[in-house]
């Protein structure tokens, strides 16, 4: 059974009446027996748990402690290219926003590459929009096999696609494969992804399984809180992690915990999911899946990030940018204007013309960063909390 088969069979009322519980007896039940079931997950997401959230919060501490150590892994994004035909409702990138677009060649991706090297990094996430004439699996590999020499860990959170594409990105060097389902909620699915392949909902909920037959060994997947009630995507994050953790056993999988961000186009998130939300989920989300790698993203403020990171988060990015070339400014001699997916000329005054103050390359954003803390000063305050950034902790002569 697939995991769209199997999502499609889970008891969501069922579930859903126990998150909303108001029992204060029953999330301490569950504590006192211990996290076995979606069932149980559900019930410390419920309002009545929230009352127990600074015991979530200890033992969330206390488990990460003793599976993953006092450690927290360091990554950061490295965005080739903002082209996309997708027109999604919640993106910057989204096909109809007039920005200014960019795809970066391999060069250029290594020039980005080298300089996140130069911080300490080597663990790198490449990031695209989804565009076959501009990103296609020959170029992704292209892209992979320049880094691999000198980055060891290289994810990709690209377009998805079949397994057979997927084959070649894996043999270059990449390991990892990051998938935003976005939202798991169907109806709202459907109106947020009005135009391009992202439409097709099965199709990239099935993508980690297309992915990790193609040999790739860490699979992330999120939902991006704002778009539909929180507690129904945590419920679904849970449900399809812990089937991706029984059926793709030999990879390892995180979870990652995004909030919607300013974007071109200023799309307004639909649901809230306030910072104690935040805080609840991943408490409840590391008692029931004790070793699924939690991530946290600079799409947190400084402040909130500090207080996170020792609850239960295994991996953090920092420095990060959004748009291709903002590490170095590469690409700004390639920028080309879109509207409403066509490439005309670059005119003043025109809609997305005017660069982002601090930007080192004029291309637009997929969204506007929270922490933009250097990633030494990350490093430290990770050390002041008595955790240990990590840079690297593979290589591929282990498995060689």
Same mark, same amino acid.
């Given at each position: 059974?697939?995991?769209?088969?199997?999502?499609?069979?889970? &008891?969501?009322?069922?579930?859903?009446?126990?998150?909303?519980?108001?029992?204060?007896?029953?999330?301490?039940?569950?504590?006192?027996?211990?996290?076995?079931?979606?069932?149980?997950?559900?019930?410390?997401?419920?309002?009545?748990?929230?009352?127990?959230? %600074?015991?979530?919060?200890?033992?969330?501490?206390?488990?990460?402690?003793?599976?993953?150590?006092?450690?927290?892994?360091?990554?950061?994004?490295?965005?080739?290219?903002?082209?996309?035909?997708?027109?999604?409702?919640?993106?910057?990138?989204?096909?109809?926003?007039?920005?200014?677009?960019?795809?970066?060649?391999? %060069?250029?991706?290594?020039?980005?590459?080298?300089?996140?090297?130069?911080?300490?990094?080597?663990?790198?996430?490449?990031?695209?929009?989804?565009?076959?004439?501009?990103?296609?699996?020959?170029?992704?590999?292209?892209?992979?096999?320049?880094?691999?020499?000198?980055?060891?860990?290289?994810?990709?959170?690209? $377009?998805?696609?079949?397994?057979?594409?997927?084959?070649?990105?894996?043999?270059?060097?990449?390991?990892?494969?990051?998938?935003?389902?976005?939202?798991y909620d169907r109806a709202v699915y459907?109106?947020?992804?009005?135009?391009?392949?992202?439409?097709?909902?099965?199709?990239?909920?099935?993508?980690?399984?297309?992915?990790?037959?193609?040999?790739?060994?860490?699979?992330?997947?999120?939902?991006?809180y704002g778009l539909s009630d929180w507690?129904?995507?945590?419920?679904?994050?849970?449900?399809?992690?812990?089937?991706?953790?029984?059926?793709?056993?030999?990879?390892?999988?995180?979870?990652?915990?995004?909030?919607?961000?300013?974007?071109?186009? %200023?799309?307004?998130?639909?649901?809230?999911?306030?910072?104690?939300?935040?805080?609840?989920?991943?408490?409840?989300?590391?008692?029931?899946?004790?070793?699924?790698?939690?991530?946290?993203?600079?799409?947190?403020? *400084? *402040?909130?990030?500090?207080?996170?990171?020792?609850?239960?988060?295994?991996?953090?990015?920092?420095?990060?940018?959004?748009?291709? $070339?903002?590490?170095?400014?590469?690409?700004?001699?390639?920028?080309?204007?879109?509207?409403?997916?066509?490439?005309?000329?670059?005119?003043?005054?025109? *809609? $997305?013309?005017?660069?982002?103050?601090?930007?080192?390359?004029?291309?637009?954003?997929?969204?506007?960063?929270?922490?933009?803390? &250097? &990633?030494?000063?990350?490093?430290?305050?990770?050390?002041?909390? $008595?955790?240990?950034?990590?840079?690297?902790d593979w290589d591929a002569a282990l498995?060689?």
């Amino acid at each position: 059974m697939s995991f769209v088969e199997a999502f499609n069979n889970l &008891p969501f009322e069922a579930l859903l009446s126990r998150a909303a519980t108001t029992d204060g007896a029953a999330p301490r039940a569950v504590l006192d027996r211990g996290v076995s079931s979606l069932a149980d997950f559900a019930t410390l997401l419920s309002p009545a748990a929230s009352g127990h959230l %600074e015991e979530l919060c200890r033992r969330s501490q206390t488990l990460t402690r003793q599976r993953f150590g006092r450690t927290i892994r360091l990554f950061a994004p490295l965005y080739l290219s903002n082209e996309c035909i997708n027109n999604c409702a919640y993106c910057g990138f989204s096909r109809d926003n007039p920005i200014l677009r960019v795809t970066l060649s391999v %060069e250029e991706v290594e020039r980005e590459a080298r300089a996140l090297a130069e911080q300490g990094f080597r663990n790198i996430l490449l990031v695209a929009g989804e565009h076959p004439k501009f990103v296609s699996s020959g170029y992704m590999a292209d892209c992979v096999r320049r880094l691999h020499p000198f980055v060891p860990s290289i994810s990709l959170e690209v $377009g998805p696609m079949e397994t057979p594409e997927y084959v070649p990105l894996v043999a270059a060097g990449a390991e990892g494969l990051v998938v935003y389902q976005e939202t798991y909620d169907r109806a709202v699915y459907s109106k947020m992804h009005t135009l391009g392949p992202k439409r097709d909902f099965d199709w990239r909920l099935a993508t980690p399984e297309r992915a990790y037959e193609a040999g790739f060994r860490r699979l992330g997947i999120a939902a991006l809180y704002g778009l539909s009630d929180w507690r129904r995507e945590a419920l679904s994050v849970a449900a399809h992690a812990s089937w991706l953790l029984k059926h793709c056993w030999k990879a390892q999988v995180t979870v990652s915990l995004p909030r919607l961000r300013p974007c071109a186009g %200023e799309f307004q998130p639909l649901t809230s999911f306030a910072d104690r939300d935040l805080v609840q989920v991943i408490a409840a989300m590391r008692l029931f899946l004790p070793d699924v790698g939690i991530v946290l993203s600079t799409r947190e403020n *400084a *402040a909130l990030r500090d207080r996170l990171l020792p609850l239960g988060i295994t991996h953090a990015s920092a420095g990060s940018h959004t748009e291709p $070339g903002g590490y170095t400014g590469a690409g700004k001699d390639s920028l080309h204007h879109t509207v409403r997916g066509r490439i005309v000329e670059l005119a003043s005054g025109a *809609a $997305g013309m005017t660069p982002a103050e601090g930007r080192a390359t004029g291309a637009t954003g997929q969204f506007d960063i929270a922490d933009d803390r &250097p &990633p030494e000063v990350v490093a430290e305050q990770i050390r002041r909390l $008595g955790y240990e950034p990590v840079w690297k902790d593979w290589d591929a002569a282990l498995s060689a």
